[in-house]
């Protein structure tokens, strides 16, 4: 059973550009959520996917936004960055939009010049 | 909105020690889930409380969701080298977002 994958580990952008990050969830699993963890903090809720819909969403502006695919991998997308949202940004899957234990990935270690 | 506060902040010990550490919210949980975190890492899942008053463990860890549903608590018997690592709790509602603490930062002294 493969666990949670995200690509990639490590990404440099500078203010204002777009990134796009992945993530392939747990075998069996069929929602993806997103959090962003800013240095010394706890994870931060971004949204969630649930069979392709976003399924709940936390406190981010519109320019955070995402995708689930059939095979239920999930892309992050975040356009014009902004210094602060230099952080680790974690996928977690589970194997149901209510279910509350989820599975973290590595996460993606963003820096945003 | 909902938020959780962890305590202590960060804890230095000495191997074999036992630890205690400790979650509070203004807010009623129907979950309780504490998760560790090592360096560059993502979080990993130690332990899901799904009733209150229920007492989990998983080996050298034991955890308790509080009566009043607001609280839990983690406690690490025996402590060793690779206890080391930050530790989260989070907070989960049916229909609604996961809650996460701060963490507690906990190092281990041989």
Redesign the interface.
Known sequence: ETGVTQSPTHLIKTRGQQVTLRCSSQSGHNTVSWYQQALGQGPQFIFQYYREEENGRGNFPPRFSGLQFPNYSSELNVNALELNDSALYLCASSPGQDVPTQYFGPGTRLTVL | ?QQ?NQSPQSMFIQEGEDVSMNCTSSSIF??W?W?KQDP??????LI?L?KAGELTSNGRLTAQFGITRKDSFLNISASIPSDVGIY?C?G?N??????????TRLSVLP
Do not use: C, D, I, R
Request: glycine share 22%.
């Open positions: 909105g959780l129907n979950t889930l998760y560059g890492e993502g979080p990993v899942l899901a799904y989260f989070a989960h049916y229909g609604q977002n996961f809650v996460f603490g701060p963490g």
